[in-house]
């Protein structure tokens, strides 16, 4: 008794046919291609299969790249020419080419990009090839499963925005401000027009002929379009504010600053880029404390880099802020109060303080030990609760391994209020 199967019957692969072409994207099942195939593997053309469901899938990633974008696949692939119609993809654009341009402008994941370059070197062997080994009907299918899972079952992707044509909406003052229009538009990009776009928002917003319509729209757009960065765009992109600085325009630099608060990208800034802005602004605090304009306007922009402070400039910025809080003792014609500070700067300094570590808390301590002027204020009960309600957020922020704790829960015990006098003496 022979142990070799009997060949497969049309009746036998039909069924199996079939269900694999069953989840063929409705609009390819009249293809040409497709047909072909399910003519010729009733009759164990498996070659002929092979090559017709590839030239299926080729036409499909050619119209799927025009529909999306032609502009995009010639950023992303060199093919030697620029390629606009379907007919400079039959002369032009091999498979190989094909395929790395569906997969980097999002027409194609992956894993599909994995997967298809197999599929076309299976396609090579069995249809290019007479003289190789006849393919199984198991290899047939597996072929086609893989066409039709990764290519001719999956939709059209969204189409490409075209980033000349969107800036040139932005600069309308029609330009509609829907988020969910917004995210739409820009959350499919593929990386390279991510990248591209988040240059150009960042190269229009600091150029000093922008119109305001236009920075106000990017202002819009830039945040939305900054959630969907990957991270080595977003550092790519921060890290141009050091070359503004090197050219030393202090307007051009100062847009520059705001562009990076504008998307929250203050944490890629470079040591270099918060030194160049904190220091300043530390130095202005210090010498203009109890100046409470100059106060609002120091504290409000330093709130924005609260959390990312150069070593350099802890022990002053600690130093004025405490004092900025905790404000002075007099008298006015205007007011019946003695307890003044600023109200503006009052409003940003606890969330400030909030970002402290054991470093700033070191800073804390002796700006309380070293800082007479603060020592005399808070022997006067309502400032003393100003300070107080900073050491609590101090107290919250600081490790169990702090040095200083014991100054810290003095200040914050009110039953420990002459123990704590006596440590900021010692």
Same mark, same amino acid.
């Given at each position: 008794?022979?142990?070799?199967?009997?060949?497969?019957?049309?009746?036998?692969?039909?069924?199996?046919?079939?269900?694999?072409? %069953?989840?063929?994207?409705?609009?390819?099942?009249?293809?040409?291609?497709?047909?072909?195939?399910?003519?010729?593997? +009733?009759?164990?053309?498996?070659?002929?299969?092979?090559? %017709?469901?590839?030239?299926?899938?080729?036409?499909?990633?050619?119209?799927?790249?025009?529909?999306?974008?032609?502009?995009?696949?010639?950023?992303?692939?060199?093919?030697?020419?620029?390629?606009?119609?379907?007919?400079?993809?039959?002369?032009?654009?091999?498979?190989?080419?094909?395929?790395?341009?569906?997969?980097?402008?999002?027409?194609?994941?992956?894993?599909?990009?994995?997967?298809?370059?197999?599929?076309?070197?299976?396609?090579?062997?069995?249809?290019?090839?007479?003289?190789?080994?006849? +393919?199984?009907?198991?290899?047939?299918?597996?072929?086609?499963?893989?066409?039709?899972?990764?290519?001719?079952?999956?939709?059209?992707?969204?189409?490409?925005?075209?980033?000349?044509?969107?800036?040139?909406?932005?600069?309308?003052?029609?330009?509609?401000?829907?988020?969910?229009?917004?995210?739409?538009?820009?959350?499919?990009?593929?990386?390279?027009?991510?990248?591209?776009?988040?240059?150009?928002?960042?190269?229009?917003?600091?150029? +000093?002929?922008?119109?305001?319509?236009?920075?106000?729209?990017?202002?819009?757009?830039?945040?939305?379009?900054?959630?969907?960065? +990957?991270?080595?765009?977003?550092?790519?992109?921060?890290?141009?504010?050091?070359?503004?600085?090197?050219?030393?325009?202090?307007?051009?630099?100062?847009?520059?600053?705001?562009?990076?608060?504008?998307?929250?990208?203050?944490?890629?800034?470079?040591?270099?880029?918060?030194?160049?802005?904190?220091?300043?602004?530390?130095?202005?605090?210090?010498?203009?404390?109890?100046?409470? %304009?100059?106060?609002?306007?120091? $504290?409000?922009?330093?709130?924005?880099?609260?959390?990312?402070?150069?070593?350099?400039?802890?022990?002053?910025?600690?130093?004025?802020?405490?004092?900025?809080?905790?404000?002075?003792?007099?008298?006015?014609?205007?007011?019946?109060?003695?307890?003044?500070?600023?109200?503006?700067?009052?409003?940003?300094?606890?969330?400030?303080?909030? %970002?402290?570590?054991?470093?700033?808390?070191?800073?804390?301590?002796?700006?309380?030990?070293?800082?007479?002027?603060?020592?005399?204020?808070?022997?006067?009960?309502?400032?003393?609760?100003?300070?107080?309600?900073?050491?609590?957020?101090?107290?919250?922020?600081?490790?169990?391994?702090?040095?200083?704790?014991? $100054?810290?829960?003095?200040?914050?015990?009110?039953?420990?209020?002459?123990?704590?006098?006596?440590?900021?003496?010692?």
């Amino acid at each position: 008794m022979s142990d070799v199967p009997a060949p497969l019957t049309p009746t036998d692969i039909t069924p199996l046919i079939e269900r694999a072409v %069953a989840n063929v994207r409705e609009d390819m099942r009249d293809s040409p291609y497709i047909l072909e195939a399910l003519r010729v593997l +009733p009759v164990q053309g498996y070659r002929s299969a092979i090559g %017709a469901f590839w030239n299926a899938v080729v036409d499909d990633l050619r119209n799927k790249i025009i529909f999306r974008s032609t502009d995009l696949f010639n950023k992303a692939v060199n093919v030697g020419r620029t390629v606009k119609t379907y007919e400079d993809f039959q002369n032009y654009v091999n498979d190989d080419q094909l395929i790395e341009g569906a997969y980097k402008i999002g027409v194609i994941g992956w894993e599909a990009y994995k997967i298809l370059s197999h599929s076309k070197e299976s396609r090579h062997i069995f249809s290019g090839h007479p003289k190789s080994s006849d +393919p199984s009907l198991v290899k047939v299918l597996s072929v086609i499963d893989d066409c039709i899972k990764y290519v001719l079952n999956a939709e059209y992707p969204s189409k490409i925005i075209d980033i000349d044509d969107y800036i040139d909406v932005l600069k309308l003052e029609s330009f509609d401000r829907n988020t969910v229009a917004i995210e739409n538009a820009i959350g499919d990009l593929p990386e390279t027009y991510k990248n591209e776009l988040a240059n150009r928002f960042f190269t229009i917003y600091i150029h +000093p002929d922008s119109s305001s319509n236009l920075v106000s729209n990017i202002e819009f757009v830039a945040p939305l379009l900054w959630k969907v960065l +990957p991270k080595d765009i977003k550092v790519q992109v921060v890290r141009r504010l050091d070359q503004e600085i090197t050219k030393g325009d202090a307007i051009i630099t100062d847009k520059a600053f705001s562009f990076i608060r504008v998307v929250g990208g203050e944490i890629y800034l470079s040591h270099t880029a918060r030194k160049y802005k904190i220091e300043p602004l530390v130095v202005r605090l210090e010498t203009n404390l109890d100046t409470w %304009a100059v106060e609002t306007e120091c $504290v409000r922009e330093l709130s924005g880099y609260a959390s990312y402070i150069v070593e350099e400039c802890i022990d002053k910025y600690v130093w004025a802020l405490t004092q900025t809080y905790v404000g002075s003792i007099g008298s006015s014609h205007h007011f019946a109060r003695t307890d003044f500070y600023s109200n503006g700067a009052a409003i940003y300094i606890p969330a400030m303080f909030q %970002a402290f570590n054991d470093r700033m808390a070191g800073a804390f301590v002796r700006t309380l030990r070293e800082n007479d002027i603060l020592k005399r204020r808070i022997r006067t009960p309502s400032k003393l609760r100003r300070l107080r309600s900073l050491g609590n957020i101090v107290g919250e922020k600081m490790s169990e391994s702090f040095e200083d704790k014991s $100054v810290i829960e003095a200040l914050i015990d009110e039953t420990r209020e002459e123990e704590f006098f006596t440590l900021i003496r010692a």
